[in-house]
């Protein structure tokens, strides 16, 4: 069965430092993984996606996540965050049949300017 | 595109308690999902319909859980009886065809249940 860590609950870094989210991932077969961010009061919003190809992938935001098969890790970065990225991150994986996504159990990034 | 819409955005009712969730997934989307989020357990699907057909419901934790899809346009999720521990955030997220997994999820804006 899949499965998702997300090491940290929450995170709290300066505005314009960089940022790392962990997220660790277990899947017999290529995982298929995703970020979403979450707003106070909001729905979730898809940040990026990896399913092939290069492993590092670009997404919406400024952000970036870089999937590493032997490390089974999908960890997301950002190289200077902004009082406005402060949210709730979730990475999530799905399988190549079907539609179904798990996620994991969060992370909260503060920032503190 | 208006997005999702779900309604009402916040719900009180007391335990034993029938409650209706509705949800308008964005036109021409023909995947839809139902989740619940809470504190213990984090985000996890309830349901999901393809074309309307409920696809997998393994998620939907017993019986007094149960989701409707009647046209592309509609779905609601209900509880009967309701208790204390259903109280969570309920989320629809709906989806385009054609990828499965890969195809991009878009969330409404989620209905906040409090079962006193």
């Known amino acids: 069965a899949q499965s998702v860590t997300q090491p940290d609950i929450h995170i709290t870094v300066s505005e314009g430092a960089s940022l790392e989210l962990r997220c660790n991932y277990s899947y017999g077969a290529t995982p298929y993984l995703f970020w979403y961010v979450q707003s106070p009061g909001q729905g979730l919003q898809l940040l990026l996606k990896?399913?092939?190809?290069?492993?590092l992938v670009q997404g919406i935001k400024g952000f970036e996540a870089e999937f590493k098969r032997s490390q089974s890790s999908f960890n997301l970065r950002k190289p200077s965050v902004h009082w406005s990225d402060a949210a709730e991150y979730f990475c999530a994986v799905g399988r190549e049949y079907g539609n179904k996504l798990v996620f994991g159990a969060g992370t909260i990034l503060r920032v503190k300017s | 595109d208006a997005g999702v819409i779900q309604s009402p955005r916040h719900e009180v009712t007391e335990m034993g308690q029938e409650v209706t969730l509705r949800c308008k997934p964005i036109s021409g989307h023909n995947s839809l999902f139902w989740y619940r989020q809470t504190m213990m357990r984090g985000l996890e699907l309830l349901i999901y319909f393809n074309n309307n057909v409920p696809i997998d419901d393994s998620g939907m934790p017993e019986d007094r859980f149960s989701a409707k899809m009647p046209n592309a346009s509609f779905s609601t999720l209900k509880i009967q009886p309701s208790e204390p521990r259903d109280s969570a955030v309920y989320f629809c997220?709906?989806?385009?065809?054609?990828?499965?997994?890969?195809?991009?999820?878009?969330f409404g804006p989620g209905t906040r249940l409090t079962v006193l």
């Open positions: 990896y399913f092939s190809g290069d492993t």
């Open positions: 997220a709906s989806s385009l065809p054609g990828q499965g997994v890969l195809d991009t999820q878009y």
